[in-house]
């Protein structure tokens, strides 16, 4: 069942994703920068991220002279990402990428589409596994009667979805 608030005329969504199967080798960066929703953190080696979360912890944000946040915020090419889990984790990540740019489904919803039905907990600790915050979104799944929780604060769950033209009650 797809659900959706009511969609503004611009959204802004996460750009598609090249899920490598093999880890980059490059040297480990960690940049905070400044996003579109509060500090942005990124780990990336080489081009490829690994971590994407909007905490920096005591770092300040630096200024964005790779245009990180303009690839991730709008842009259309697909950015690298390198994501490991188990089988059952990177089962629910891919199907959290088959939710279109504003919609949501629930957490049973995403469990039954997994052949899962009654499995909206183990679905639900996936998604909070989940590394790639945006990237991988989700920030559309929500609980059944609610927003639910979500590791970032339910704040930054709001703006997020804003981004993408929906709107909770």
Not at 19 to 28: A, V
Not at 40 to 45: A, I, K, Q, S, V
Not at 56 to 61: F, K, N, T
Request: glycine content about 14%; hydrophobic content about 40%; some cysteine.
């Amino acid at each position: 069942m797809e659900r959706a608030g009511p969609v503004t005329e611009r959204r802004i969504c996460p750009p598609p994703v090249d899920w490598r199967r093999l880890p980059p080798t490059g040297r480990l960066r960690r940049l905070c920068l400044p996003g579109p929703v509060g500090p942005l953190w990124l780990e990336l080696r080489d081009d490829c991220v690994l971590r994407l979360g909007f905490a920096c912890g005591q770092a300040a944000p630096q200024a964005d002279a790779e245009g990180w946040c303009a690839r991730l915020f709008g842009g259309l090419a697909p950015v690298p990402v390198y994501l490991r889990g188990t089988p059952f984790q990177e089962a629910v990540w891919r199907a959290l990428l088959e939710i279109p740019c504003g919609q949501t489904r629930s957490y049973g919803e995403l469990a039954a589409a997994l052949g899962r039905p009654g499995g909206a907990r183990a679905v639900g600790q996936a998604v909070g596994a989940n590394p790639l915050a945006w990237l991988v979104p989700c920030h559309r799944v929500l609980a059944a009667h609610g927003p639910g929780g979500y590791h970032w604060g339910l704040a930054v769950k709001r703006r997020l979805l804003a981004l993408e033209g929906v709107e909770l009650p």
